[in-house]
């Protein structure tokens, strides 16, 4: 393991190496200063979401609730994008100098009852303080809870691509940048650093003294969580089972060697799993194929499943009533299948959604539709999420949704871009969605919709 | 400050970093350059929206990756040969050493694009593999795969020895 470690560690240094002894010509920026005289400015690029192709005539649909969470703050006081403070063993401040919050991390456990984890602005000598808030009202206003004395601010603020908790951070030290609360007093927030729980509603908090947590999802009433064994990424997964209020973790992985880059995926009464089925040193990991098993038990025992993509899959996710769909993502094979509860196999395959709009100036539109992200409620309601694959970065993310388990599907309406798609969670809580699009780079409110998408109400966080 | 005097200003003080990038995921300094250039006249049209970015050269840098993958895409067959590749017996000549970053540089440009600029994405600019995804456009497990399944191709290449990995591809 410390060989791939070192591996990357020379990766690095020679990306270093190789970047610092290159230089452009001398009269580089001369000609980059021309660009100016013959590209002039126009008014930006706007994709009118109603000329999108509608795949069927809209539906009228039993209204979901879903919280979409699209987070961030115009920071104007930001430590050296390479400050590197020493560890502080100090309590958080809870002084804030300046409105605003900065979430790394949010879950609601119902429409009203949400979570968030982040960074604030406050007068300390690194500028934000690590803090965990609670909103009783879906998002109206929220109130802080407790953290661990002595953590460190998150660093995923998008600033230099941040490096939330690891030691390419700008503040690198103990740190937690996720959270997700069982009930109102079992809950858990961690990183890749660190992991704490609480039985009493983020008061107190105890030290699990476990690094590189991937993934942690509820099932009933046990929590499971993806655990890597070191900081690399070719490091074999682990996956681990808890009771919720207690502390000690069982190992549940379903294959007991050659598992790797695993990821809880579904988050229904089932736990599904998805990691590349290969050693690190097996030499053929470059060409491992991703696998997916499926546990009715909480990790207990798996199954391995097939979803039965032409290529690779691009997504797969639970529903509510313990189906599965599947998004497959190959060059060659674009579809939707669907595994009802109590089946063994997936059904018919259905083409995705797919949008062709978008490019940018002289960039035309690429009719590849980038792989999306699919979301099942149900067997029969899915979400699955479309981007043109343009050649600039401005093409939106664009909500279909289907009640017929793929065959047709409904345009809902578009996700903001640079909304990072797999920042987009679902969340089964009964026969309603949830998912949070996060943004650091442009949105500073939290963003509600209570029809699927369809409209939005901005909230700020609203610290009482 | 009107577009052409902040597009300058930005062009000062960011151009040799955004060169650095592609320099990274091109290999060569012509294509580095004009890979910069053709983003810059990509972008400038609507510089107000780089402007209100958060982090304007973190956004010019997200649409150079796009640019680049998205370029070379449209190119296809087109594309001239940016990296001088090892051959075998340049392979076997460093088999003993994981450190010879010439080596380590030359494998890098044996792969695929995306696996390029997601390894220089992550080692080079530390980014977090959730904004790797965004940028890419692509899932967090897709980043990882690729990550993972490049840095296996490069240490398989490097030495037929080192960490009981074969040497020479299947």
């Given at each position: 393991?410390?060989?791939?470690?070192?591996?990357?560690?020379?990766?690095?240094?020679?990306?270093?190496?190789?970047?610092?002894a290159?230089?452009?010509?001398?009269?580089?920026?001369?000609?980059?200063?021309?660009?100016?005289?013959?590209?002039?400015?126009?008014?930006?690029?706007?994709?009118?979401?109603?000329?999108?192709?509608?795949?069927?005539?809209?539906?009228?649909?039993?209204?979901?609730?879903?919280?979409?969470?699209?987070?961030?703050?115009?920071?104007?006081?930001?430590?050296?994008?390479?400050?590197?403070?020493?560890?502080?063993?100090?309590?958080?401040?809870?002084?804030?100098?300046?409105?605003?919050?900065?979430?790394?991390?949010?879950?609601?456990?119902?429409?009203?009852h949400?979570?968030?984890?982040?960074?604030?602005?406050?007068?300390t000598?690194?500028h934000?303080?690590?803090t965990?808030?609670?909103?009783?009202?879906?998002?109206?206003?929220?109130?802080?809870?407790?953290?661990?004395?002595?953590?460190?601010?998150?660093?995923?603020?998008?600033?230099?691509?941040?490096?939330?908790?690891?030691?390419?951070?700008?503040?690198?030290?103990?740190?937690?940048?996720?959270?997700?609360?069982?009930?109102a007093?079992?809950?858990?927030?961690?990183?890749?650093?660190?992991?704490?729980?609480?039985?009493d509603?983020?008061?107190?908090?105890?030290?699990?003294?476990?690094?590189?947590?991937?993934?942690?999802?509820?099932?009933?009433?046990?929590?499971?969580?993806?655990?890597?064994?070191?900081?690399?990424?070719?490091?074999?997964?682990t996956?681990?089972?808890?009771?919720?209020?207690t502390?000690?973790?069982s190992?549940?992985?379903?294959?007991?060697?050659?598992?790797?880059n695993a990821?809880?995926?579904?988050?229904?009464?089932?736990?599904?799993?998805?990691?590349?089925?290969a050693?690190?040193?097996?030499?053929?990991?470059?060409?491992?194929?991703w696998?997916?098993?499926?546990?009715?038990?909480?990790?207990?025992?798996w199954?391995?499943?097939?979803?039965?993509?032409?290529?690779?899959?691009?997504?797969?996710?639970?529903?509510?009533?313990?189906?599965?769909?599947?998004?497959c993502?190959?060059?060659?094979?674009?579809?939707?299948?669907?595994?009802?509860?109590?089946?063994?196999?997936?059904?018919p395959?259905?083409?995705?959604?797919?949008?062709?709009?978008?490019g940018?100036?002289?960039?035309?539109?690429?009719?590849?539709?980038?792989s999306?992200?699919?979301?099942?409620?149900s067997?029969?309601?899915?979400?699955?999420?479309?981007?043109?694959?343009?050649l600039?970065?401005?093409?939106?993310?664009?909500?279909?949704?289907?009640?017929?388990?793929?065959?047709?599907w409904?345009l809902?309406?578009?996700?903001?871009?640079?909304?990072?798609?797999?920042?987009?969670?679902?969340?089964q809580?009964?026969?309603f969605?949830?998912?949070?699009?996060?943004?650091?780079?442009?949105?500073t409110?939290?963003?509600?919709?209570?029809d699927a998408g369809r409209?939005?109400?901005?909230?700020?966080?609203?610290?009482? | 400050?009107?577009?052409?005097?902040?597009?300058?200003?930005?062009?000062?003080?960011?151009?040799?970093?955004?060169f650095?990038?592609?320099?990274?995921?091109?290999?060569?300094?012509?294509?580095?350059?004009?890979?910069?250039?053709?983003?810059?006249?990509?972008?400038y049209?609507?510089?107000?929206?780089?402007?209100?970015?958060?982090?304007?050269?973190?956004?010019?840098?997200?649409a150079?990756t796009?640019?680049?993958?998205s370029?070379?895409?449209?190119?296809?067959?087109?594309?001239?040969a940016?990296?001088d590749?090892p051959?075998?017996?340049?392979?076997?000549d460093?088999?003993?050493?994981?450190?010879?970053?010439?080596?380590?540089?030359?494998?890098?440009?044996?792969?695929?694009?995306?696996?390029?600029?997601?390894?220089?994405?992550?080692?080079?600019?530390a980014?977090?593999?959730?904004?790797?995804?965004?940028?890419?456009?692509?899932?967090?497990?897709?980043?990882?795969?690729?990550?993972?399944?490049g840095?296996?191709?490069?240490?398989?290449?490097s030495?037929?020895?080192?960490?009981?990995?074969?040497?020479g591809?299947?």
């Open positions: 393991m410390n060989d791939v470690q070192n591996f990357e560690d020379e990766i690095q240094a020679m990306l270093a190496d190789k970047e610092r290159a230089s452009p010509a001398a009269d580089f920026v001369e000609r980059l200063q021309a660009v100016p005289t013959t590209r002039k400015p126009r008014t930006a690029h706007r994709v009118d979401l109603r000329s999108l192709p509608r795949w069927t005539p809209p539906l009228l649909v039993a209204a979901a609730v879903a919280v979409v969470a699209i987070i961030g703050l115009a920071i104007t006081s930001s430590p050296s994008a390479h400050e590197r403070p020493g560890k502080s063993n100090s309590p958080i401040p809870p002084k804030i100098s300046t409105p605003g919050y900065f979430a790394t991390g949010v879950q609601f456990r119902d429409a009203q949400g979570y968030a984890i982040g960074n604030v602005p406050c007068a000598a690194l934000y303080c690590a965990l808030l609670r909103t009783d009202n879906g998002g109206a206003t929220w109130t802080k809870l407790s953290l661990p004395s002595g953590l460190r601010p998150a660093d995923d603020q998008g600033v230099e691509g941040g490096a939330s908790c690891t030691s390419q951070g700008r503040y690198y030290g103990p740190c937690v940048d996720q959270v997700l609360f069982a009930d007093d079992h809950g858990y927030v961690w990183s890749n650093h660190s992991f704490y729980s609480s039985n509603g983020g008061q107190t908090w105890h030290d699990g003294k476990a690094s590189y947590v991937r993934d942690l999802v509820l099932v009933g009433n046990d929590v499971v969580r993806v655990r890597e064994l070191a900081a690399c990424s070719t490091c074999p997964s996956i681990e089972r808890s009771r919720v209020g502390t000690s973790w190992d549940v992985t379903p294959v007991k060697t050659g598992i790797v990821r809880l995926v579904g988050a229904g009464p089932n736990v599904e799993v998805d990691f590349l089925n050693s690190i040193d097996d030499p053929q990991l470059d060409k491992a194929n696998v997916f098993y499926r546990s009715t038990d909480g990790g207990g025992s199954l391995k499943i097939d979803p039965g993509c032409h290529g690779d899959v691009a997504d797969i996710s639970g529903g509510f009533d313990g189906s599965l769909a599947a998004s993502g190959g060059a060659a094979d674009t579809t939707v299948r669907v595994l009802a509860s109590g089946t063994a196999h997936f059904g395959a259905h083409p995705a959604p797919r949008v062709t709009q978008g940018s100036g002289s960039a035309p539109a690429n009719p590849y539709t980038r999306a992200r699919i979301i099942a409620r067997a029969s309601d899915l979400l699955a999420f479309a981007q043109p694959n343009t600039a970065e401005t093409a939106p993310w664009t909500e279909f949704e289907s009640t017929d388990g793929g065959a047709t409904n809902v309406g578009g996700i903001a871009p640079w909304t990072p798609i797999d920042a987009i969670t679902g969340y809580l009964g026969p969605g949830t998912y949070f699009p996060l943004d650091p780079n442009a949105f409110s939290l963003r509600i919709t209570t409209t939005f109400k901005t909230y700020s966080f609203a610290i009482q | 400050m009107s577009d052409g005097a902040s597009f300058a200003s930005f062009v000062d003080a960011h151009s040799r970093t955004l650095g990038t592609a320099y990274l995921l091109t290999g060569t300094t012509p294509a580095a350059e004009d890979l910069v250039q053709e983003t810059l006249a990509m972008l049209p609507k510089w107000e929206r780089v402007l209100a970015a958060q982090a304007p050269v973190a956004y010019v840098r997200r150079l796009n640019v680049y993958l370029g070379r895409r449209a190119r296809g067959g087109h594309d001239i940016m990296w590749l051959d075998a017996t340049a392979a076997g460093v088999a003993e050493s994981v450190v010879n970053r010439d080596h380590l540089w030359q494998l890098l440009g044996s792969l695929s694009e995306r696996q390029r600029a997601a390894i220089v994405l992550k080692y080079f600019h980014m977090a593999d959730a904004d790797i995804a965004s940028t890419l456009g692509c899932r967090v497990a897709t980043v990882r795969s690729l990550i993972s399944r840095v296996a191709d490069m240490r398989e290449q030495s037929p020895t080192v960490n009981g990995m074969r040497g591809r299947s």
